[in-house]
């Protein structure tokens, strides 16, 4: 079986949680999507991303990061820019952007003595 969730690193880190709901035009997203998760993984400190997406077109995406100045490097990144004024003028309905720390974290699946 393989490993469908990120494997991060011992906390600290920081998370990037994005939900969303997507507008009936999506002409261009999944490209864009695409290019943007080749792209991110191409940047310093970061650590990966977890995505999922209900039918009615609500979701979420996590990114994992090494640190604050990792995500302040990857918002200023001109292509990501770019991705983000085209979905806020095109693909999203709404949103809401939350940076967490990561302060623990646990694996599973777990027993009844944990």
Request: without cysteine.
């Amino acid at each position: 079986m393989s490993r469908r969730l990120v494997q991060t690193p011992q906390p600290p880190y920081y998370a990037v949680i994005f939900t969303s709901v997507r507008s009936g035009n999506q002409d261009g997203y999944l490209e864009v999507a695409g290019d943007m998760e080749r792209l991110a993984a191409q940047q310093d400190g970061y650590l990966g991303h977890e995505t999922a997406r209900n039918r009615d077109g609500s979701g979420m995406t996590i990114s994992y990061w090494r640190d604050e100045e990792a995500i302040s490097a990857w918002r200023v990144n001109a292509k990501h820019r770019l991705a983000r004024k085209l979905g806020n003028e095109r693909w999203y309905d709404e949103y809401e952007l939350r940076i967490a720390r990561v302060e623990h974290a646990y694996s599973g699946p777990r027993t009844m003595e944990d």
